[in-house]
């Protein structure tokens, strides 16, 4: 069956940095697209990046642009989340996602498989 396990969270103080990464195993992800999205306390789960496999194309979320990058190996069926410049306001759980949508998915319910978090803690 789809596994997609997230790594790389951790505590890390306002202005430094995280490298998340995301497994995906027991299929092909070549036509899917990859997403990030988290989860603070008491908040909904909102879209952060996704990337297309295939093509490599990248977006973003507005709260993120210019300090999260996105990017994937193919190969290795890994997708990771660079994060710089980060802000307590970064602190939450982060999901990893695989959508078989045809067009652009930013939103939860076109995901079709899920990771099962990894918490970034952002301390001032």
């Known amino acids: 069956q789809v596994q997609l396990v997230e790594s790389g969270g951790g505590l890390v103080q306002a202005g430094g940095s995280l490298r998340l990464s995301c497994a995906a195993s027991?299929?092909?992800?070549?036509?899917?697209?990859m997403g990030w999205f988290r989860q603070a306390p008491g908040k909904e789960r909102d879209f952060v990046s996704a990337?297309?496999?295939?093509?490599?194309?990248?977006y973003y979320a507005d709260s993120v642009k210019g300090r999260f990058t996105i990017s994937r190996d193919n190969g290795k069926n890994t997708v990771y989340l660079q994060m710089n410049s980060l802000k307590p306001e970064d602190t939450a759980v982060y999901y990893c996602?695989?959508?078989?949508?045809?067009?652009?998915?930013?939103?939860?319910?076109?995901?079709?498989?899920w990771g099962q978090g990894a918490q970034v803690t952002v301390s001032s």
């Open positions: 996602a695989a959508s078989k949508s045809i067009i652009l998915p930013t939103t939860r319910d076109r995901y079709n498989y």
């Open positions: 990337i297309r496999w295939n093509s490599g194309n990248t």
């Open positions: 027991g299929g092909s992800f070549s036509s899917h697209t």
